[in-house]
């Protein structure tokens, strides 16, 4: 309830262009799409009992972005309202139908929540300080970007070579957890904090963006489920224990600097991104002491033309074996072993590089298979994408897009090694007006994973179509 006052109040405001000294604003968008699928097949079939079943479903999102200036000082926020899918059930199995975001009941109001809230002062036309929940896990491109809320005060200059800052972010305080005789369980050594340093200059018509990123994760497996039947099932209370309390205190820490360009090469425009990640994983009970790395490349080149925009899109995840190769030298039903067997797994997932959620390299394979593993884009993969966009028809107000891409897998004993795929999509946009967009497509995915024991799935087809709205 307090959530929807808050909302209301916020939404009042911003109805008048100014109340005493402070002035309000707000923009939005609203989204709605409506998918059907055919032989949905995200990942590899030892039993060959690929589905040959077709589904649907629609989803929406609303987005509010609501400010409050003074001055110079403003504060910003983001609200999400009912981000889920049409017609789904509380998670706890009642009947009574109540519209939930992510099926996450834990909210007294789970249908509106506060995504973004932050302030922003401009101390002159040279300093900006951010402090508050703000979009984090962005950077150059949206190659290996996930946008997600954090915790965080940044500092930005604007200098004659351009713009740097400085970031502090607290991912998780585990000293907020207890007080008192309590708190002595937790301490400053077991917070995960994040350090940034960045610079953006531009060198005629070429951006260039320099980031170094570090994070130390105390505890790392805090707080995470442990399966004890192991039947991949953590939903059952008796069935897990904290991770931690079984193999210890595991720090995990990462340095990653990213280095990206945009801009135009005379009639050709383009983005690049390099994104290298260097992870150590040291401590607990088995004392393990262990140091990989992971990159990505990224290069993106586009002609806009007079009826179109074509464009083609190269992009390189590695694959590190080095953490798969320790854990196959372990037996985990060995006492002796276990510990370290699950010390190790709490950083097995980061040795193929994931493209993230934010690039949607392509409808099937990268936005909603997230082929190559569990992240959230492909991983551990090459694509080459040819890529056609904003295509003129007859009909002014009509556009039509498409693209083939090709997908080959750089992993390393695993059910993805010799794993090949393409997709092919084809769509059309109608701009109703200028800010309302109707959209029709359709993708079409074929799959190969020349692995012994594993069939090849049915080709997966899907069709949707989507509005979209923003102001």
């Known amino acids: 309830m307090k959530k929807a006052l808050f909302i209301l109040a916020v939404m009042l405001l911003c109805a008048t262009t100014s109340f005493a000294e402070a002035k309000f604003s707000m923009t939005g968008s609203y989204w709605a799409e409506g998918k059907y699928w055919f032989n949905y097949n995200p990942g590899p079939g030892i039993d060959a009992d690929y589905s040959d079943k077709a589904f649907g479903f629609i989803e929406q999102d609303i987005n509010l972005f609501p400010k409050i200036t003074i001055d110079n000082t403003s504060l910003n926020f983001k609200v999400s309202i009912t981000d889920t899918w049409w017609g789904d059930y509380n ?21 509106m929540q506060i995504e973004r809230a932050f302030l922003t002062h401009k101390f002159n036309d040279m300093y900006t300080i951010d402090v508050g929940l703000q979009d984090g896990t962005v950077f150059g491109t949206t190659f290996g970007d996930d946008k997600q809320p954090k915790w965080r005060i940044k500092g930005t200059a604007k200098t004659s070579a351009g713009i740097l800052g400085a970031v502090l972010e607290k991912n998780k305080d585990r000293g907020s957890l207890a007080m008192g005789d309590e708190s002595k369980s937790f301490d400053e050594g077991d917070d ?16 260039g963006k320099l980031l170094l990123w570090y994070v130390v994760t105390h ?20 069935e897990t224990t904290d991770l931690s309390s079984a193999i210890g205190k595991v720090d995990v820490k990462l340095f990653n600097p990213v280095l990206a360009f945009n801009g135009d090469l005379g009639p050709i425009s383009f983005e690049s991104e390099i994104n290298y990640k260097y992870y150590t994983a040291e401590g607990g009970i088995a004392d393990i002491d262990e140091s990989f790395s992971t990159y990505g490349v990224y290069l993106n080149f586009w002609k806009a033309l007079d009826n179109m925009t074509p464009g083609i899109i190269l992009a390189y995840g590695s694959y590190n074996d080095e953490i798969a190769d320790a854990m196959a030298e372990l037996d985990p039903t060995d006492p002796a072993q276990a510990a370290a067997y699950m010390s190790l797994s709490t950083v097995k ?76 999509c084809l769509g059309t946009n109608y701009a109703i007006t200028s800010n309302l967009n109707y959209s029709v497509y359709g993708a079409f995915a074929d799959i190969s994973y020349d692995v012994d024991g594993i069939d090849d799935p049915d080709s997966v087809y899907m069709v949707a179509n989507s509005i979209s709205f923003s102001f």
Do not use: H, R
């Not at 940034?196 to 005629?204: A, E, W």
């Open 91 to 111: 998670e706890n199995g009642s009947s009574d139908e109540k519209v939930t975001q992510d099926l996450d009941t834990s909210s007294n109001d789970d249908n």
């Open 192 to 207: 995960a904090d994040a350090y940034g340093l960045f610079g953006i200059t531009k060198v005629g018509d070429v951006y």
């Open 219 to 238: 505890d790392a497996a805090y707080d995470a489920d442990l399966d004890l039947n192991g039947d991949g099932d953590v939903s059952d209370p008796g």
């Open 349 to 424: 997932n980061y040795g193929a590089f994931d493209f993230e959620d934010d690039f949607d390299s392509s409808i099937i394979l990268g936005d909603e298979y997230c082929w190559g593993g569990s992240g959230d884009d492909l991983q551990g993969m090459t694509l080459v994408k040819l890529y056609v966009n904003d295509i003129k028809t007859g009909i002014k107000p009509l556009t039509l897009f498409g693209y083939f891409n090709y997908v080959m897998s750089n992993q390393k004993d695993t059910d993805y090694e010799d794993a090949t795929a393409w997709e092919a």
